[in-house]
């Protein structure tokens, strides 16, 4: 090990820290953005996160009512989001042990099929609603949220790090 850089061991997840990253991404969620198309689906992106790192916390219920909460606040179609949430969530937690085993950017090369699997759910079900084929830019979220994965993981992981005295190994 390079003795300049720091090792940290995580401590059990607060309940309030889920709430409270769940709070923020709904919030971010709920922005007016000027072209969503563009924009990451942050709910998606934490929602993947808590279903790799704590899978026994966070599942299929927790997606499908996140899902409800993120249509009814942004006013489209009450169950879209709640169900590719849920496939979101069953997926992240089938793939969360393999997930772990890489760093953060190939654990990213992993999030963004997932991402864009829950962006195809979205369209399928707008387009059997009757809404238009949005194109090819509807790709571009997921891949922003993927590319972020490495600086959300840094963040969620954050308050559950605690730096080891020196002679505790």
């Known amino acids: 090990m390079a003795p300049n850089k720091p090792q940290h061991i995580l401590q059990p997840v607060r309940p309030s820290t889920i709430v409270a990253s769940f709070s923020v991404a709904l919030l971010l969620a709920f922005l007016p953005w000027p072209d969503m198309r563009y924009v990451p689906d942050f709910v998606a992106l934490v929602l993947v996160f808590w279903c790799v790192h704590q899978p026994r916390l966070i599942g299929l219920g927790v997606g499908w009512v996140i899902g409800l909460v993120a249509d009814a606040g942004n006013g489209v179609?009450?169950?879209?989001?709640?169900?590719?949430?849920?496939?979101?969530?069953?997926?992240?937690?089938?793939?969360?042990?393999?997930?772990?085993?890489?760093g953060p950017w190939y654990q990213a090369l992993h999030v963004a099929p997932l991402l864009l699997l829950a962006e195809a759910v979205v369209m399928v079900v707008r387009l059997a609603a009757g809404a238009a084929l949005p194109g090819w830019p509807i790709l571009i979220g997921p891949l922003i949220g993927a590319a972020l994965w490495p600086l959300v993981s840094w963040l969620l992981l954050l308050p559950q790090r605690r730096a080891l005295e020196a002679g505790a190994l």
């Open 77 to 102: 179609l009450l169950g879209q989001h709640a169900l590719a949430y849920a496939l979101l969530a069953f997926f992240a937690i089938t793939l969360s042990r393999r997930i772990l085993w890489f």
